[in-house]
């Protein structure tokens, strides 16, 4: 009984399961805000109805992501203090300046330009119609990087001082918190990721239509702009993730040794890359194991005969450096999530490399099977997404501040077991809820595909005509 | 004026801002069981508030990061020790939320039904549980050495924040009820004018036994003065709403809001979170602000930034500022 209402695992529960869902939204919000603004710049410069009708497609889908993204997000900025009082005392001075700035440049410019473009189709001229959903798709992307600004600071915390009077760090240099290296590398990757899930979920859109032969005059469309955008998000996210690593061997090398499993400081061709290992848990026996030597080397430090330290002899070191215990995040934990992450988003990217190939100069394949798994792959991008963030924070333990402050440190002192067992179960409950409609909601509203737009007028080929847009009515 | 003074006067305006934003809509949603008649007009009553209800709830994230940002053991202190209270208004928030973007989506009446129902019990949780936050706030709460809240849940449901949480229920109820009347036609017009006299009679005398509670209890010369001009602007509106003047009415109800959310933070200052047990445990300004540094950083960004936030928002408001009816649902409908 003790152990289920231990504040601290509860909270770890609760900050885990909040955040992996809120993040089932936020890269849809991110990617398809984008993508339905350049579809209406395409619209407004070409007056091509095909491109409105995709507008108004992907739009409702985005917008049906968009509240869930909003609503869940409060619960994020709420429950730092909520849940984590003493790391919100401790940090508040570095930390909440990231977020203050979030709220106040991103998040206002989105919820405000939202409503204008759901309600300003008949009350704004085209072109300034179209400014307020670009406003949009800026805001999203901003408020992404004040938001790993501020998680940065939790993985290589820098320009700050520690005031030991008031027990607390203290913001010096602002300007070194928002180009923290690593929020400068895991900034692209994160966006690239999110536009990678969207354009998951364009391809399986489509694919699904297409498989039924239906709606090709936008579906081919859509299709071939998901598979070239999953294709250069994923170039683009390899490449960021390849510098984040070299930051992350840099900042925290425990999470690099974690995330390979690697027990001893090995050099060149041991620093192998294990792509699959199956051993026990402690790494003392190891029964099954695919490497590639030089490898890990040649990713963690960019040549062939570097070194890269191993998890017995970094702990050894954080022993001297920070005093006794356990500085090891949960390896079977770091060590999977990372080979999910990438596993699943390559596996995507080549199902959308093949998919090129398979519809190049204006084939469409017929066989069935071909769509099945382009629908049924929709997913991987999202999975990859959430297990990277899973990778991110578990590696970053037991610290919640790298170095600075540990989690078991972090949590509120004066919030009992029970209050955050009874918020995890009312969450667990009415995210589950609105997560089975929402999935519902979009699944409804993508096999329904476009709608058809009224023009105005007697000939529909008049390019002067000027088609029906109404607001959208609750 | 010194930075943590500037920066509790900032963290006041934003929820100056919400309450008098997010208020009416909350109203609007509180009010759908009595000036919806049919699905018809409670599709006018959303969309009413449809372009605006986002912004109007980002106040409270950007509020909460301000106090975050500036007065860290204030948010500490304050969302921990007010656990359950601001789970329930989370979650009423997010099913709120939620609510107006999915009761369109299907078009079976039971669907809609349901999520009208969300709407309305999403809208009146906030709404009354942000006022019995507030009044004990101003009241105080026991906290040790640490500041950390040693009450419970039950000890924040005490008389004068159980009549704080009524008295912003009912303000933000009218507030709702006076924007309907202003931003509709026709029937629903005339209902919403009728129930805003009988709602500006109730709420004259919750509102009037809480200020007064508030001015003997905890007041000072300023707060009493804000106090004062909540109570008056108060009988305005209810006045101008009676001679039909709706949009003097719903100003009237902004500067209320707004001068009885001054007068709870004028009877705060300096302190932010006072102890009830011990006045020794006591936040205030000076040990719950962030370093200088970080206030004027934030000063900054306030400065350049706020004002463009408040003119975009206006021109929002200023695009949708046409009466909707009847009409315009059946209309667009096609």
């Known amino acids: 009984m003790e152990d289920l209402l231990d504040p601290l695992a509860l909270s770890r529960w609760q900050f885990g399961l909040t955040t992996i869902y809120h993040f089932l939204f936020v890269p849809i919000t991110i990617g398809m805000a984008s993508v339905v603004a350049v579809y209406q710049t395409m619209w407004v410069r070409t007056g091509k109805i095909v491109y409105l009708q995709l507008v108004h497609f992907l739009g409702k889908i985005f917008l049906i992501n968009f509240a869930m993204g909003v609503v869940t997000g409060i619960v994020q ?48 001229p085209p072109k300034l119609h179209l400014v307020t959903i670009w406003a949009v798709a800026v805001g999203t992307i901003l408020s992404a990087y004040f938001i790993i600004a501020a998680n940065a600071f939790m993985q290589n915390p820098v320009g700050y001082t520690i005031n030991e009077a008031k027990g607390r760090a203290e913001l010096v240099d602002i300007g070194a918190v928002l180009t923290n290296p690593v929020a400068l590398a895991a900034f692209p990757h994160t966006i690239l990721a999110a536009f990678m899930v969207t354009a998951g979920v364009m391809i399986a859109v489509a694919a699904w239509h297409l498989k039924r032969n239906q709606n090709i005059e936008t579906m081919r469309p859509t299709l071939k702009f998901g598979l ?73 430090t960019h040549t062939f005969d570097g070194t890269v330290e191993g998890i017995n002899d970094l702990q050894a070191q954080y022993v001297q450096l920070y005093g006794p215990g356990d500085y090891t995040p949960v390896i079977w934990v770091t060590y999977w999530a990372f080979r999910w992450m990438i596993g699943l988003g390559a596996a995507h990217a080549l199902v959308a490399v093949v998919g090129l190939w398979l519809t190049r100069k204006g084939r469409t394949p017929t066989a069935k099977w071909v769509w099945t798994i382009a629908i049924w792959a929709s997913p991987m991008s999202l999975l990859a997404m959430s297990v990277g963030w899973v990778f991110t924070e578990m590696g970053r333990q037991p610290w919640i501040v790298f170095s600075l402050m540990k989690t078991s440190d972090a949590v509120s002192p004066n919030v009992s077991g029970l209050e955050v067992l009874i918020s995890i179960i009312a969450f667990t409950i009415v995210y589950g809820i609105l997560a089975v409609v929402e999935f519902r909601l979009i699944l409804k509203t993508a096999q329904k595909g476009p709608e058809p737009i009224e023009l105005e007028g007697d000939d529909p080929e008049d390019p002067a005509a000027k088609p029906i847009v109404r607001a959208t009515v609750y | 004026m010194d930075l943590p003074t500037l920066w509790f006067w ?170 309907v009347a202003l931003k509709t036609d026709g029937e629903i017009r005339a209902r919403a004018r009728r129930l805003g006299v009988r709602a500006s009679i109730l709420t004259i005398m919750v509102a009037a036994g809480f200020l007064a509670w508030t001015v003997l209890a905890f007041g000072t010369l300023l707060g009493t003065a804000f106090a004062a001009v909540a109570a008056v602007a108060l009988i305005g509106s209810a006045i101008a709403n009676g001679r039909g003047r709706e949009g003097t009415a719903f100003a009237l109800m902004a500067v209320t809001i707004a001068a009885a959310v001054l007068a709870l933070f004028s009877s705060l200052f300096p302190a932010v979170m006072p102890a009830s047990n011990d006045v020794a445990n006591s936040l205030t300004i000076a040990n719950a602000s962030s370093s200088t540094y970080t206030l004027t950083i934030m000063s900054w960004t306030a400065l350049i930034f706020l004002p463009l936030v408040l003119a975009y928002q206006a021109w929002t408001y200023w695009t949708f500022r046409k009466r909707i009816t009847r009409a315009h649902i059946d209309a667009a409908a096609h």
């Not at chain 1, 051993?279 to 029964?287: I, K, S």
């Not at chain 2, 109203?27 to 508030?49: A, E, Q």
């Open chain 1, 228 to 300: 070239w955008l999953m294709v250069g998000a994923f170039a683009g996210t390899a490449l960021s993730g390849d510098q984040l690593s070299l930051v992350m061997v840099d900042t925290q090398p425990m999470k690099m040794a974690a995330a390979e499993a690697m027990y001893n400081t090995s050099t060149g061709a041991d620093a192998s890359f294990s792509i699959f290992t199956l051993g026990t848990p402690d790494g003392v026996h190891e029964l099954f194991s695919i490497r590639i030597p030089y490898l890990l080397s040649f990713l963690s």
């Open chain 2, 10 to 179: 900032i963290v006041a305006a934003l929820f100056v801002g919400y309450f008098v934003l997010d208020g009416f809509d909350f109203g609007v949603g509180m009010s759908l069981p009595f000036l919806g008649k049919d699905d018809t007009d409670r599709r006018v009553l959303i969309n009413t508030i449809g372009p605006v209800w986002d912004l109007n709830e980002t106040w409270v994230i950007v509020a909460g990061a301000a106090i975050f940002a500036a007065f860290p053991e204030w948010y500490a202190t304050l969302f921990s020790g007010f656990y359950l209270a601001l789970l329930l208004i989370l979650l009423a928030l997010i099913i709120r939320g939620v609510s107006f973007e999915y009761r369109h989506q299907r078009p079976e009446l039971a669907w809609k039904r349901r999520f009208d129902l969300m709407i309305t019990v999403g809208s009146a949780v906030p709404a009354f549980l942000w006022g019995v936050a507030f009044a004990n706030i101003v009241q105080g709460v026991p906290l040790d050495a640490d500041h950390n809240f040693t009450g419970t849940f039950f000890s924040l449901l005490n008389p004068y924040a159980l009549l704080g949480g009524l008295t912003t229920l009912l303000l933000f109820f009218t507030h709702g009820v006076y924007f």
């Open chain 1, 77 to 124: 900025e709420f429950q730092f203090g909520m849940n984590w009082s003493n790391y919100s005392r401790f940090v508040g001075d570095v930390f909440g300046a990231p977020l203050a700035l979030e709220g106040l440049l991103a998040f206002f410019l989105e919820a405000t330009f939202i409503g204008l473009w759901i309600f300003g189709w008949d009350k704004l």
